[in-house]
């Protein structure tokens, strides 16, 4: 089992060197994460139409932030930052998103329970006054 | 090195050393656990075994296992795990999010039909006392048989009387509901200043108003960024330098505990100069501006979660009291 590792490995080696050095020359000239770029922006557009700025404002200020640094990034030509700046800002938009959503939906509800409540007290009272 | 391939018996030192060094390689980077994977798991873990909120996010919650599981991988690139926790950290919170929604919405159901149900008891209510009044009438003028015609008068304007009083109980529930709603409205303006007050975050100390700006300013191990994304915050206290122009400021940079402490202080301090720089270029002179770097002291928060290192990622902006009340 040894001896077959060691063959394997000794044939691999060429195959991952040249591969190893596909890589570092991809790497000097790394592409701008366009489409992560654009899905950020995207993300943040969508955030700030439904209000975000009022209801999850931290979030969408991360967001905002993150997808400059991602831009500073890649004038900087870090492209690998660039996408991950990028990731990060499009994500943390879609959560200020959710939480914008959670936050409307919850004071809708608490609006009906509160004017059940109303009407209860209501009932309770006029029930009360006539006999 | 000359290779032969005569059945495998040779294996030379060098690859039983390559071979051996490979194997360890292997055993060494298996337990280690990417810190704060395991805080992100934990996270999902809590949400997938809330019986209110597990069904209610599916794909949420499939794209958050994944992000975790790819966060728990073991690797040796200290910035692609802090990446990759990071991004499970959030997706696990937008799947709990969506599935509260969810949860909300879903709640509305119980919400209506409990409004429906006060809604009849009172109509029935209503109706009976209305009746109660009718059956009354009716008695007293079977007894008195010379009133009878006024007694169906006295039972018709009970009616009209029980009518009347259904409809006032519809109008001042529906003036509840108006003044509940101006309620809610005030409580959410309310609402609304305190988030900014709470946003500023300038906290009273004996050194003066301490202003902390959190969130992700910098990228990892990156200075260079412009200040103008933190938006709000430092445009707010540029706002307030030129109100009270005779405060100054001593600006500090903060890391985490990742990295060396030489490339720490110097990092905090570019970023304790990039904040300065913005102040200056929004028009504050630079003598009221002062940037330290402070490294990885003082954090704020642990230093073993994504989170608490992105807290410890700071500039803290300490606004000296005005120099006729200062000590």
Known sequence: MNVFHSHHILRLRPAGIAGLLMLTACASVPPAPTANLQAAQQAIATAERADAGRYASAELGEARFELTAANTAVSQQHMISAERLANESRVEAELSSAKTAYVKAKAVNDEMTNSTGTLIQEMQRSSGDKP | ?327
């Not at chain 2, 720089?277 to 003082?298: C, E, H, P, W």
């Open chain 2, 1 to 327: 090195m000359k290779v032969t391939n005569n059945g495998g018996c040779r294996v030379t030192p060098l690859i039983a050393v390559t071979v051996a060094s490979i194997l360890l390689a292997a055993c060494a980077t298996v337990p280690v656990e990417p810190v704060g994977a395991a805080a992100a798991r934990n996270n999902l873990t809590q949400l997938q075994s809330d019986p209110n909120l597990a069904t209610r996010a599916p794909q949420a919650v499939a794209e958050a296992d994944a992000a975790v599981r790819v966060a728990e991988q073991p690797e040796e690139d200290k910035d692609l795990v802090a990446y990759r926790v990071y991004m499970a950290d959030r997706k696990v919170e937008v799947a709990r999010a969506q599935a509260q929604t969810r949860f909300a919405e879903d709640q509305r159901v119980l919400i209506t039909a409990q409004r429906e149900q006060a809604r009849l008891d009172a109509r029935t209510r209503e109706a009976n006392v209305a009746e109660g009044q009718v059956a009354q009438a009716r008695a007293e003028g079977a007894e008195q048989k010379v009133a009878a015609q006024q007694a169906r008068s006295d039972a018709d304007t009970a009616q009209q009387a029980a009518a009347a009083a259904t409809q006032q109980a519809a109008a001042s529930s529906q003036q509840a509901a108006a003044s509940n709603q101006q309620a809610a409205a005030a409580s959410q303006q309310a609402a609304e200043l305190q988030l900014q007050v709470a946003a500023l975050q300038a906290k009273p100390t004996d050194r003066g108003l301490v202003l902390t700006l959190s969130g992700v300013l910098f990228a990892n191990g990156n200075a260079d960024l412009s200040p103008s994304a933190s938006g709000g915050n430092l445009d707010k206290l540029v706002a307030f330098l030129n109100k009270y122009p005779d405060r100054t400021v001593a600006i500090e940079g903060y890391t985490d505990n990742r990295g060396n402490s030489d490339y720490n202080l110097g990092l905090s301090q570019r970023r304790a100069d990039t904040v300065r720089a913005y102040l200056t270029n929004q028009g504050i002179s630079a003598v009221r501006v002062s940037s330290t770097g402070k490294g990885a002291s003082d954090p704020v928060a642990g230093n073993d979660t994504a989170s608490g290192r992105q807290q410890n990622r700071r500039v803290e902006v300490i606004i000296s009291d005005p120099p006729s009340t200062s000590r």
